[in-house]
């Protein structure tokens, strides 16, 4: 564990930071729509997947830092052991994380203290005999957890589904018996939707959503996924997305990506609204949702972003779908939404902004680096973090603006999550708590 001292300073009012105020508003809608069902105080905390709104905006009082390096405005570097990609979640003074051993058969959940970094819980949750060999591709902890008042969710695909206990870290209950054969890995996370845990099971074999009673892990509805699927091949039915529930057409709806598609499903009861059908797979990124549109990213093999209208029935792939964009969309970063624009970054590290009524390219950068993990928009700032260890700092807008570029000495494959003045980063090495100056 390392620390850094902050320095004092009186910096005046500067454009960039006013720029926070302006995209307030912004924010607050967003919340409108994503956060209905939620828990009142989660939009204070980083919740799960992408934060309290699930499409990577923090509370409008975050600011973390522009700037930072190993030696430079860290308060704390705390190793985790094992191997994982999932990323951080925090509720109050607890960030928690999942990890693994390298050959995926023993799963841990770690609790790290927000304060000074030292490690609170060090929990072993599953041990598996016979992993899948999916360390070329994937991790054996690429899931993030989700998190609320005393409970924290912890899934490793079909290896197992845990809720466990924030306060003592003893197993409240847990599922092993869920079955999929995830081929490449999982990398679904799961989400809270009032009283329910929502899961995705997409792989070679078994492709379905299901619904946890988050108080005892029974079954309230399980899916199988009503899909035309392309191949019996196995990267043809596998995906690692994250559901989205929304606010649409005076209903609530389920969005879920899978494999050759998406499906809105009526969350409290599984019953299908309607879907769109593609013919990419693997699909990673979540949906993100503006109040009248959805944008669909549809996975690998030349993957496409897609603005969806989700007020239909049925298959609405030839009726709903109100543009398409494959040029420089990733396969693995979720896309961020910021003021009626769409920020991308491809795997191969071309970065572009769209606009979000069109699809039209705004601008276009080429970066250094490959990416896999999801931007964040914090502070008024827009952050992105490659596997070699560099996060971008941007301010939105139609002109490209580069604030800063940090380096650190090990990559990201998590996604970053921020609250008040401070950055939580994970590395492949580490967990940091990264904070503006104070």
């Known amino acids: ?207 379905y959503i299901v619904a946890l009673d988050k108080a005892t892990g029974a079954t309230v509805w399980k899916k199988d996924r009503e899909i035309a699927y392309l191949s019996t091949d196995g990267d043809y039915r596998k995906a690692y997305a994250t559901p989205q529930v929304i606010e649409a057409n005076g209903r609530q709806q389920l969005i879920s990506p899978c494999a050759n598609g998406a499906l ?33 990213s549809t996975g690998f093999s030349k993957g496409d972003l897609w603005a969806v209208r989700p007020d239909g029935a049925g298959d609405v792939t030839a009726s709903h779908v109100v543009w398409k964009r494959s040029k420089n969309v990733g396969s693995q970063p979720s896309p961020l939404l910021v003021d009626g624009l769409i920020y991308l970054v491809h795997d191969a590290g071309v970065a572009s902004c769209v606009d979000a009524a069109t699809g039209e390219e705004v601008w276009i950068k080429r970066w250094e680096g490959t990416f896999s993990s999801s931007p964040i928009f914090a502070g008024g700032r827009i952050y992105f973090s490659n596997k070699e260890g560099e996060t971008t700092v941007l301010a939105p807008g139609k002109k490209y603006t580069e604030l800063a570029k940090n380096k650190l000495d090990a990559g990201c494959m998590a996604s970053p999550a921020a609250l008040d003045k401070s950055l939580f980063l994970r590395t492949n090495t580490h967990l940091y708590r990264i904070d503006s100056p104070q």
């Not at 809105?264 to 993100?288: C, F, I, M």
Request: glycine share 8%; proline share 6%.
């Open 1 to 207: 564990m390392v620390y850094n001292g902050l320095s004092v300073t009186s910096l005046p009012l500067n454009p960039v930071k006013c720029m926070r105020y302006c995209h307030l508003a912004v924010v607050v809608a967003i919340w409108a729509f994503t956060l209905s069902g939620r828990h009142a105080g989660a939009q204070d905390q980083w919740t799960e997947f992408r934060g309290p709104t699930g499409q990577g905006h923090a509370a409008a009082t975050a600011d973390p830092p522009v700037t930072w390096s190993e030696q430079e405005n860290v308060s704390w570097k705390t190793p985790i052991h094992g191997s994982g990609w999932s990323s951080p979640v925090v509720w109050n003074d607890q960030v928690w994380v999942t990890t693994a051993t390298e050959d995926g058969k023993d799963n841990f959940a770690v609790c790290v203290d927000r304060q000074d970094g030292r490690i609170v819980h060090d929990l072993h949750v599953f041990h598996n005999e016979k992993p899948e060999d999916t360390r070329s591709y994937n991790s054996f902890a690429s899931p993030t957890p989700a998190i609320e008042e005393g409970r924290v969710y912890v899934h490793y695909g079909s290896y197992g589904t845990a809720c466990l206990d924030t306060a003592d870290g003893h197993v409240i209950w847990e599922r092993r018996d869920l079955p999929c054969n995830h081929w490449r890995g999982p990398g679904s996370s799961p989400i809270i939707f009032e009283d329910l845990v929502f899961i995705h099971f997409d792989g070679h074999d078994f492709q």
């Open 264 to 296: 809105a499903y009526d969350p409290r009861t599984g019953e299908v609204l309607w879907k769109v059908q593609w013919e990419n797979h693997s699909v990673a990124a979540r949906p993100l949702f503006d109040g009248n549109l959805l944008y669909l």
